[in-house]
């Protein structure tokens, strides 16, 4: 390729990045539709870890199953099961974690707040959030207040819009409440 071409096309791939909408390159990461995510969670609940097995290992990733000790029911199906189970990706000291994730290391005694398809989640959970009671307030805190100050462009970006917010803000007070009470 001559330098003469080379320059040419380097400045068309110059001007494109320039002219491209930078909320549609942002949009592209996953992390960036969270919120979209939890709304569209048939099941949330709190639990705690009672067991954790090892399904498979490989260099790059464990698959382990967790069961979960139900405590409540935030969205879902009534009665509560007493239990729910959620395969997942972990990562230790052999396997290191993975770029993009999502992996989590659920050790038994564990508190969660679970974002997922069912209680028998053989797919990752959409959203999973593992602490202490306390810990977990905050990171709960932290969620709702965030949603509730989205600008209307924010909210486009989070995949959601206002009824989606007005339905996740009393889901989020909650999980609050339940949380704080001990």
Same mark, same amino acid.
């Given at each position: 390729?001559? #330098?003469?071409? $080379?320059?040419?096309l /380097?400045?068309?791939? =110059? %001007? !494109?990045?320039?002219?491209?909408?930078t909320?549609?390159?942002v949009?592209?990461n996953?992390?960036?539709?969270?919120?979209?995510?939890?709304?569209?969670?048939?099941?949330v609940?709190?639990?705690?870890?009672?067991?954790?097995?090892?399904?498979? #290992?490989t260099? $790059?990733?464990?698959? /382990?199953?967790a069961? =979960? %000790? !139900?405590s409540?029911?935030?969205?879902?199906p009534?009665?509560k099961?007493?239990?729910?189970?959620?395969?997942?990706?972990?990562f230790?000291d052999?396997?290191?974690?993975?770029?993009?994730?999502?992996?989590?290391?659920?050790?038994?005694?564990?508190?969660?707040?679970?974002?997922?398809?069912?209680?028998?989640?053989?797919v990752?959970?959409?959203?999973l959030?593992q602490?202490?009671?306390?810990?977990?307030?905050?990171?709960?805190?932290?969620l709702?207040?965030?949603?509730?100050?989205?600008?209307?462009?924010?909210?486009?970006?989070?995949?959601?819009?206002?009824?989606?917010?007005?339905?996740?803000?009393?889901?989020?007070?909650?999980?609050?409440?339940?949380?704080?009470?001990?």
């Open positions: 390729m001559k #330098r003469k071409d $080379f320059v040419a /380097a400045l068309i791939l =110059v %001007s !494109v990045l320039i002219s491209t909408d909320s549609q390159v949009a592209a996953m992390r960036s539709f969270i919120e979209a995510v939890r709304r569209k969670a048939p099941v609940y709190v639990g705690s870890i009672r067991e954790v097995r090892l399904l498979t #290992r260099k $790059f990733d464990i698959k /382990a199953r069961v =979960v %000790s !139900v409540a029911v935030m969205r879902g009534v009665p099961p007493p239990e729910a189970i959620v395969e997942y990706s972990s230790d052999k396997t290191p974690i993975l770029a993009g994730g999502p992996q989590y290391q659920l050790q038994p005694g564990v508190m969660v707040v679970i974002f997922a398809d069912s209680f028998k989640n053989t990752p959970p959409g959203y959030l602490d202490s009671r306390e810990e977990l307030l905050q990171r709960v805190e932290t709702r207040d965030s949603l509730s100050q989205m600008s209307p462009d924010q909210l486009k970006s989070h995949e959601i819009n206002e009824e989606d917010r007005q339905i996740q803000l009393p889901l989020y007070e909650k999980l609050c409440s339940y949380l704080r009470t001990p």
